[in-house]
């Protein structure tokens, strides 16, 4: 017997389906050179969007920065749950803070035309 439990899982399925749809259509090449530009701001709406977006996507297999020291250098790391303190480190490593962020974008914007 179906549930309104089961009609709200399937609703949010369908959300969460067109939901991914719409930003795959707006992570466009004019975003990405937007955000190339100027990785701290600010940026024209459509940009900001897709990076609320991206940025809320679900934290398992998440990439993010990761800070050695103060002042960097800046390492990529991936959220891996399960792990010694959820955390993988890659090899990719940046003298500057931008440049770290200029990779997740494409890193996550590459993940999310996979899916």
Known sequence: MR???DRSAE???VFRLRSEERLR???THEVA???DAAPLGPH???T???LRALRSLPVSGKHIIFSE???GPWRVSKIALGMPGNLLLTEQSFGNYEDAMR???TARAATLQQN
């Open 3 to 5: 549930t309104g439990a």
């Open 44 to 46: 024209d709406d459509r």
């Open 11 to 13: 609703l949010l399925e």
């Open 33 to 35: 050179a937007a955000h």
């Open 25 to 27: 259509k707006e992570c």
């Open 48 to 50: 900001q969007r897709v």
């Open 103 to 105: 990779y997740i974008f």
């Open 69 to 71: 020291g103060p002042d």
